[in-house]
């Protein structure tokens, strides 16, 4: 059974850096598939922040794109995010997740989300 | 970029209803339409991948249909373990971008 699970800071200043971790078990990241990283401000929706191949090949939401770096390490079996210069709009539960894919891409499996807060 | 609408925002129904929502896409995206269930606190489930294919392990009382821009999620008797928001997600390629509607809460009456 796939599982993942973030981990990182609940609290970060603004203007600093947001990283986060997701650890994948049950499954070897160099076996394939994309993983990614979604996030919901308290009381919104979902928004897709960006996802990563076990290769290393990156592709990222354009509202966030210059602002967000995912990067994979394969001997950890773990995956991570980081999102720079973070204002109170970042405040949310961060998600990573695992894409299926059939005709369409979606997402299989997921974490359990961390709450990361900014604030000074 | 390709927008998602659903409607309606939030409903409230007796146990062994039927319940429909409707999902719309701002042009033709064929059957690459996804369906998620999230309850209070915790992750998305998957329900619904394909517009209409039945993830596995969850309730046949779930089901979807719809091609092109128009889509629907129905849950045939609703239960109150259904209590959750649902919502639709499709999948871009140019660019490459994940889009989720914008919620349809559930509640019973």
């Known amino acids: 059974q796939v599982q993942l699970q973030e981990s990182g800071p609940g609290l970060v200043k603004p203007s600093e850096t947001l990283s986060l971790t997701c650890a994948v078990s049950?499954?070897?990241?160099?076996?394939?598939?994309?993983w990614g990283w979604i996030r919901q401000p308290p009381g919104k929706g979902l928004e897709w922040i960006g996802s990563?191949?076990?290769?290393?090949?990156?592709y990222y939401n354009p509202s966030l794109k210059s602002r967000v770096t995912i990067s994979v390490d394969t001997s950890k079996n773990q995956f991570s995010l980081k999102l720079s210069s973070v204002t109170a709009a970042d405040t949310a539960v961060y998600y990573c997740?695992?894409?299926?894919?059939?005709?369409?891409?979606?997402?299989?499996?997921w974490g359990q989300g961390t709450l990361v807060t900014v604030s000074s | 970029d390709i927008q998602m609408t659903q409607s309606p925002s939030s409903l409230s129904a007796s146990v062994g209803d039927r319940v429909t929502i409707t999902c719309q896409a701002s042009?033709?995206?064929?059957?690459?339409l996804n369906w998620y269930q999230q309850k209070p606190g915790k992750a998305p489930k998957l329900l619904i991948y394909?517009?209409?294919n039945l993830e596995t392990g969850v309730p046949s009382r779930f089901s979807g249909s719809g091609s092109g821009t128009d889509f629907t999620f129905t849950i045939s008797s609703l239960q109150p373990e259904d209590i959750a928001t649902y919502y639709c997600?499709?999948?871009?390629?140019?660019?490459?971008?994940?889009?989720f509607g914008p919620g349809t809460k559930v509640d019973i009456k």
């Open positions: 997740a695992r894409h299926g894919y059939s005709s369409s891409w979606y997402l299989d499996y």
């Open positions: 049950g499954y070897s990241i160099s076996s394939g598939y994309y």
């Open positions: 990563i191949y076990h290769s290393g090949s990156t």
């Open positions: 042009q033709d995206i064929s059957n690459y």
């Open positions: 394909d517009a209409s």
């Open positions: 997600q499709q999948y871009d390629n140019l660019p490459r971008v994940f889009t």
